[in-house]
């Protein structure tokens, strides 16, 4: 298999497209069309990453925060990320980036903190906007249901836990082509009335390619006519964060130990204690502060996530627990996901978790 071959099963698991403006993901260094001799997954690549790749014959390292995050002006060596690029360069080692697009997604980074806390009645607690198109396109009667199954096949009508959703009005169509035209239907320089069907049909942004694709395929008319709208309707599957609930409630103190227990954190950073029952739980993996209000807003009795400043806690106002585990323990568990999601995708392939501690915090007691 190729690089490219790898990373497109991974985007089928994290497509690019819902990852955030401000990130720098998908393939950072290295050729797509090199063959891969395995894998390595890994947290952050580092010097000791790299190393560790060659050690295991991986020629591509999958690692979930971007080592390029900022433009990279030199490689001299100055600094660990243009040491860890020429190293990778050296050795041939292509590395592939999926943070926030992974962060995205409904079986990412949060599903992980939610599964060791055991989280119920899961739902993303920041949907992100302007995930859902809308395709209108019209079509003669006789043709409709072909290119409605070629839509759906091509991954458009899914709301929910509804799949093949579509809304068909008929009406009648008129064109008439000039002397340069090949109409399927029709002569050119006549004008002509055809009974056609218009499906309406949703899907997700990252699809657009291949749903026009389908449509162009499987569309008798040499002109398609069609429109793409943008919805502000939220994708539930699509978003940071994410909110569940315990089966039974617990007290803050008694959260707390479990918490510190089930994340494996050396320690964890909270706001004052309101008194209150925890039930309701929002967790966010990575640096999470700017998700105080949301998590507050959704009612949750704490906010598990990292790196809270100082002046952060204070946004608590008694009103909801906060809770800092770490970045490290936050996304520790990704690697896990991502190796067992891969092995499933291409079980012969040789894939690896690194061994490497990439955490730069520690803690002294």
């Known amino acids: 298999m190729k690089v490219k071959d790898i990373t497109k099963v991974l985007e089928t698991l994290a497509p690019l497209d819902y990852a955030e403006s401000f990130d720098n993901v998908g393939l950072l260094v290295g050729d797509a069309n090199a063959e ?19 050690e295991k014959n991986c020629n591509l390292i999958v690692s979930f925060h971007p080592i390029i995050f900022n433009g990279l002006k030199s490689l001299t ?22 943070h926030t697009a992974l962060d995205n997604q409904l079986l990412g980074v949060n599903a992980s903190i939610a599964d060791h806390l055991g989280l119920h009645n ?10 859902i198109r809308k395709l209108i396109t019209y079509v003669p009667k006789a043709n409709a249901e072909k290119l409605r199954k070629a839509l759906f096949e091509a ?34 320089n006549v004008f002509h009335t055809e009974d056609e069907t218009q499906i309406g049909v949703i899907f997700p942004k990252h699809l657009q390619f291949q749903i026009l694709k389908a449509l162009r395929q499987n569309h008798p008319y040499e002109e398609v006519a069609y429109e793409i709208y943008i919805l502000e ?48 739980v929002a967790v966010l993996g990575g640096s999470g502060a700017f998700a105080i209000e949301d998590a507050k807003r959704a009612g949750a009795d704490v906010f598990v996530s990292a790196d809270f400043k ?36 291409i079980p012969t392939f040789a894939l690896s978790i690194s061994n490497v501690d990439t955490n730069p915090i520690k803690y002294y007691s």
Do not use: W
Not at 122 to 131: A, D, F, G, K
Not at 166 to 177: A, I, P, R
């Open 36 to 54: 891969v001799t395995g894998v390595l997954i890994t947290l952050d690549t580092l010097e000791a990453v790299v190393e560790e790749a060659v």
């Open 310 to 345: 100082y002046h952060d806690f204070f946004r608590a106002e008694g009103k909801i627990l906060l809770a800092d585990i770490g970045h490290f323990e936050s996304e520790q568990y990704i690697k896990f996901i991502l190796f067992e999601y891969l092995s499933k995708k």
């Open 155 to 188: 991954g458009a009508g899914n709301i929910g836990n509804y799949a093949e959703c579509s809304f068909n009005l008929e009406g009648k169509g008129t064109y008439k082509g000039n002397e340069s035209s090949h109409p399927t239907i029709g002569e050119p």
């Open 122 to 131: 899961r739902s993303i607690l920041i949907p992100q906007p302007n995930v």
């Open 233 to 280: 309707n939220e994708h539930q599957h699509i978003g940071m964060g994410m909110i569940g609930e315990f089966k039974t409630p617990m007290s803050e103190a008694d959260f707390l130990v479990y918490l510190k227990e089930k994340m494996e954190a050396s320690c964890i950073r909270y706001s004052a204690f309101r008194g209150k029952e925890v039930k309701k």
């Open 77 to 98: 060596g100055k600094t660990y990320v243009e040491r860890v690029v020429m190293k990778a360069i050296r050795h041939q080692i292509a590395i592939y980036s999926m």
